[in-house]
């Protein structure tokens, strides 16, 4: 349900810097673009930029309704992206592609250590060796300062939501609660609960380098190449497909 809401409820993310910072990383590696997969696709709205930039690109996601408005998306600029329902933890590509993304800390919805390495080696399994893997994560002090106890009520696309969020410091859980109902119907309403695991740096680059196949290239504060740590709201991870992997 909260899929018809998804646009609204990202108002405040600037996509066209995101794109801008990921175009400066891959245009440095591939200047003549190439197959590219978004692994927790959404509704679409980098793919459709990344599309639009000349990449071949693919969409995976585990929501068929986030699907079904990725694809109105892109439809709408009649490109034809292969976008197909996936979950990133258990999947394989029939052919490699040079880039994966995972954007707005998709990848804290792999919700233990074991979820998370069986999500990097998919990853790099659907790599070609020298490809690039971009994922980004928040930190716990993000989620601490700004998620730790989040109420709002609102309105859009005919839907009328509640969305609470809360932080657990002790389990690092980010939690997100909604309940919707269509606003000429509010009698009917829907539920809808997302966890999401906040990891600490470190545990992130200890499991990325235990033998899933990926190397890190670096580890960067939100959208620029300052190094990124615990302090800051947002942490760009660039990985590299090892090209001695062998799976
Ligand atoms: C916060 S949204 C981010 C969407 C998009 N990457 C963006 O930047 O707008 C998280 C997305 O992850 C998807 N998702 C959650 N768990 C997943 C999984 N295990 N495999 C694939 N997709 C998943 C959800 O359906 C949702 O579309």
Redesign the pocket.
């Known amino acids: 349900m909260i899929a018809g809401l998804y646009d609204y409820l ?1 108002r405040h993310v600037d996509y066209q810097r995101w794109f801008d910072y990921l175009d400066r990383i891959l245009s440095a590696r591939f200047p003549h673009g190439g197959r590219l997969l978004e ?4 509704t679409g ?2 793919l459709e930029k990344l599309s639009r930039a000349g990449w071949q690109a693919f969409g ?4 068929e309704r ?1 699907l079904e408005i990725a694809r109105d998306r892109l439809e709408s600029f009649d490109h034809e992206a292969l976008l197909f329902a ?4 258990n999947f394989c590509l029939r052919e490699q592609v040079d880039v994966v993304l995972c ?4 990848i804290n ?1 792999c919700l233990d250590e074991a979820e998370l390495a069986a999500t990097f080696r998919n990853v790099a399994a659907a790599l070609r060796p020298g490809g690039l893997f971009i994922f980004d994560v928040v930190t716990r002090r993000n989620c601490r300062y700004h998620f730790y106890e989040f109420y709002e009520r609102d309105t859009a696309n005919g839907l009328d939501y509640i969305r609470k969020a809360y932080f657990d410091y002790a389990t690092s859980v980010q939690t997100n609660s909604f309940i919707v109902c269509q606003s000429d119907n509010p009698d009917e309403r829907f539920e809808e609960e997302h966890h999401q695991k906040i990891y600490r740096l470190q545990t992130l680059k200890k499991i990325l380098q235990s033998g899933t196949g990926l190397g890190l290239v670096g580890v960067y504060d939100g959208f620029s190449r300052r190094p990124g740590n615990e302090r800051s709201n947002r942490v760009h991870f660039i990985a590299e497909k090892n090209e001695n992997h062998s799976l």
């Open positions: 990202m692994i927790a696709c959404g709205i980098m995976m996601d585990k929501s986030m996936g979950d990133m933890r954007l707005y800390d998709s919805y």
